[in-house]
C-alpha cells in the first residue's frame, strides 16, 4: 500500500505508511480531523473517516498529554518524511542542493499537483516561489533564445527571410542584451499573468483565497513548466498547453473550488483580452483604409 500524506490546518506533516498512522491515532500524535490521501484517491478527507487503518501494534505512553509531541523529536520514518517540510520542495527545510529542490518541485508541480497544491501552505510569504520562477523561467528563456540565435547563424538565408528589417550583426548584441533584461522581464510576466488568474477567479466568483495562493501557484506551475522551453521547435507549445492544465488543476486545488470554473477563470480574461486586442486591431484597420479611401479620392 502507497504512503499516506497528512496535513493538518494546510501544513504539511509528511507521508506516512498506514502502520505509522495508526500508531500516530493511538498515542494522540495524529489526529482525527487531520486531512489524509494517498494515490488514488479524488480527494483529501479525515483520518477519522478511515476505516481500513491497521490495528497499531501496541500502545505508546507518552509523559502527561496527548498532545503531538514535536516532529523533530520523532525518529525513523516518520522523521525523516515529517521534517521534509511543506510541499513543494522548494521550500523545505532540509539542506539540500538547489539543483535538487528545483528537480523534485518540477517533479511536485507538474506529475502531483492535485497533492502539492491541496497542500500548499497559505501562511507562506509570495519571495520564495517568486525566486523559484524568476530563476527556473529565466534560465529556460536565455536558453531558447540561445536556440534562436543559434538557428539563425547557422541559416541567415531564412532569418533574413523572416525578418528582413534585422541586421544578423545585432543577433549577438541583442542576445547579450536579452540576458541583463531577461529577469525583469520574467518578474512582470509572473505578476500580470498572476493578476489576470485572480481576476478570472474574481469575475466567476472563485476566489476562495488571496491574490497570494494565486501567485504561488502561478510562480510554481509557470516556472515548472518552463523547462518546456529547452526543447526546439516545439517545447513552447507544449509550454503553453501543460501551463493551462497545471494552473487550473493547482487554482482548483489551492482555492477549493471546482476544476470547470478553475478552467473558466484561466481562459476568460485571456479570451476577454484577445476580443480586445483584435478590437483594436480592426479599429486600427479600419482606420487606415478609411485614410487610404480618402487619399485616393
Known amino acids: 500500500m502507497s504512503k499516506i500524506h497528512l496535513n493538518r490546518e494546510r501544513e504539511s506533516l509528511g507521508q506516512f505508511t498506514p502502520e505509522a498512522i495508526a500508531e500516530g491515532l493511538q498515542s494522540g500524535r495524529f489526529k482525527p480531523t487531520d486531512l489524509a490521501w494517498q494515490e488514488g484517491m479524488d480527494?483529501?478527507?479525515?483520518?477519522?473517516?478511515?476505516?481500513?487503518?491497521?490495528?497499531?501494534?501496541?500502545?505508546?505512553?507518552?509523559?502527561?498529554?496527548?498532545?503531538?509531541?514535536?516532529?523533530?523529536s520523532l525518529s525513523g520514518e516518520i522523521t525523516e518524511t515529517a521534517t521534509a517540510s511543506t510541499l513543494p520542495a522548494w521550500e523545505s527545510t532540509t539542506p539540500q542542493p538547489t539543483l535538487t529542490r528545483i528537480v523534485a518541485t518540477v517533479k511536485d508541480?507538474?506529475?502531483h499537483p492535485g497533492v502539492t497544491f491541496s497542500n500548499l501552505s497559505k501562511s507562506k510569504g509570495i519571495l520564495r516561489p517568486f525566486l523559484y520562477f524568476l530563476f527556473v523561467a529565466s534560465i529556460s528563456n536565455i536558453v531558447a533564445a540561445a536556440y534562436q540565435m543559434a538557428f539563425a547563424m547557422a541559416d541567415p538565408e531564412s532569418f533574413k527571410a523572416q525578418a528582413p528589417e534585422f541586421p544578423?550583426?545585432?543577433?549577438?548584441?541583442?542576445?547579450?542584451?536579452?540576458?541583463?533584461?531577461?529577469?525583469g522581464i520574467v518578474a512582470a510576466i509572473g505578476f500580470i499573468t498572476a493578476g489576470v488568474y485572480h481576476l478570472g477567479l474574481m469575475l466567476t466568483g472563485s476566489a476562495k483565497e488571496g491574490f497570494a495562493t494565486t501567485f504561488r501557484v502561478a510562480c510554481y506551475v509557470q516556472g515548472s513548466?518552463?523547462?518546456?522551453?529547452?526543447?526546439?521547435?516545439?517545447?513552447q507549445y507544449v509550454q503553453l498547453i501543460w501551463n493551462l492544465v497545471g494552473v487550473s488543476i493547482g487554482l482548483q486545488k489551492a482555492h477549493k473550488i471546482g476544476l470547470f470554473p478553475a478552467i473558466v477563470a484561466v481562459l476568460v480574461p485571456f479570451i476577454l483580452l484577445c476580443g480586445c486586442l483584435i478590437a483594436m486591431v480592426s479599429v486600427v484597420v479600419g482606420a487606415a483604409a478609411a485614410g487610404g479611401a480618402s487619399v485616393g479620392q
Open 168 to 183: 544578423m550583426e545585432w543577433l549577438v548584441p541583442g542576445f547579450v542584451v536579452l540576458i541583463c533584461i531577461m529577469p
Open 109 to 111: 508541480s507538474l506529475g
Open 43 to 72: 480527494a483529501w478527507k479525515p483520518l477519522g473517516e478511515w476505516t481500513d487503518l491497521p490495528a497499531a501494534s501496541a500502545p505508546t505512553v507518552y509523559p502527561s498529554s496527548l498532545e503531538p509531541v514535536p516532529l523533530e
Open 225 to 235: 513548466t518552463s523547462i518546456f522551453l529547452l526543447i526546439p521547435f516545439c517545447g
